[in-house]
């Protein structure tokens, strides 16, 4: 340790031989550490203190770092749960919407079927009514299809007119 080397008094004035000291006040005097000597030199204690704190330190890293990757590990698990729910759901609506557009799908070609079967019975009920009317006239159907013979339709106007036309004969 820095400062740590040995402490020696000073011999006093009656003590002093032949060696002389420059502090020879009384003061202690201190010796260099072994360190100070030598700087290769290590003390094994101190180097023992270093290595046990850097251990502790690096411990406390590691159980830090070990926190934080399980945190991490728990929200990405929590995120992917997340993740393949909304897939599902997802899923679920495009097959709903897939089964609801050939619902109405076929709902539109029965629709255009009927409305094309309706149009041939129409024509099928004219076809049969209009015959029939022709051979037993009516004393009124008689004048009203002379009435349309005489009259052009170039608008609304002219139908009025011929309709009066026809009402007042």
Known sequence: MKGSGLLLSAP?????????F??????RLQLP????????????????????????????????LETLTRNCQSLQRAEKADAERCMSDLAT???????LQQLMKSEVEKLQERVGDLERHNKALATMIVP????FPHPGIQEFMDSRKRCSFPGFSSFLHCHDYANSH
């Open 33 to 64: 550490t072994a360190t100070e000597l030598d700087p290769t030199y290590s003390d094994p204690i101190e180097e023992k203190e270093i290595i046990r704190l850097r251990t502790s330190l690096l411990q406390e890293r590691l159980d830090v």
């Open 22 to 27: 420059p502090a020879a006040t009384g003061k």
């Open 12 to 20: 006093t004035s009656a003590e002093q031989g032949p060696h002389q």
């Open 132 to 135: 029939t009317l022709v051979r």
């Open 93 to 99: 609506q495009v097959s709903r919407a897939v089964s």
